[in-house]
C-alpha cells in the first residue's frame, strides 16, 4: 500500500516555474515506477511524466518536452516535478501515482494555477 501527498502548487504567471513535490508512505516506495498525471477542468486526467523506479529511465508527454522534468530521491521516498515556462494551458489539478496508476493511491492533488 502507498500513501501519496501532493504539494507545491499554486499561481504563477504564464513563463513562470513551479516545482512538485510528492511524498509518498510505505517502505517499498522505491520498486515502482511513478508518474505525474494532470486533470484539468472538462478533460480527462492524463500522463505528464514517468520516472522509474531507479530514477535512470523518464517519458514526458509531447506538450511538456523540454519543459517539465521529473525525478525523484528514492531516500526520501520523494517525487519531484520542475515545471518551466509554463503556459495557460498548463493550468490544472496535478496529482501522482505509480505508472502504471493504481486507483487506490489517488491522492488529493496540488492546483497549479498559470495566468496573468
Known amino acids: 500500500q502507498v500513501h501519496l501527498v501532493e504539494s507545491g502548487g499554486g499561481l504563477v504567471q504564464p513563463g513562470g516555474s513551479l516545482r512538485l513535490s510528492c511524498a509518498a508512505s510505505?517502505?517499498?516506495?522505491?520498486?515502482?515506477?511513478m508518474g505525474w498525471y494532470r486533470q484539468a477542468p472538462g478533460k480527462q486526467r492524463e500522463l505528464v511524466a514517468a520516472i522509474g523506479s531507479g530514477g535512470l529511465s523518464t517519458t514526458y508527454a509531447d506538450s511538456v518536452k523540454g519543459r517539465f522534468t521529473i525525478s525523484r530521491d528514492n531516500a526520501k521516498n520523494t517525487v519531484y516535478l520542475q515545471m518551466n515556462s509554463l503556459k495557460p494551458e498548463d493550468t490544472a489539478v496535478y496529482y501522482c501515482n505509480t505508472h502504471p496508476l493504481e486507483e487506490a493511491y489517488w491522492g488529493q492533488g496540488t492546483q497549479v494555477t498559470v495566468s496573468s
Open positions: 510505505g517502505s517499498i516506495f522505491s520498486i515502482y515506477a
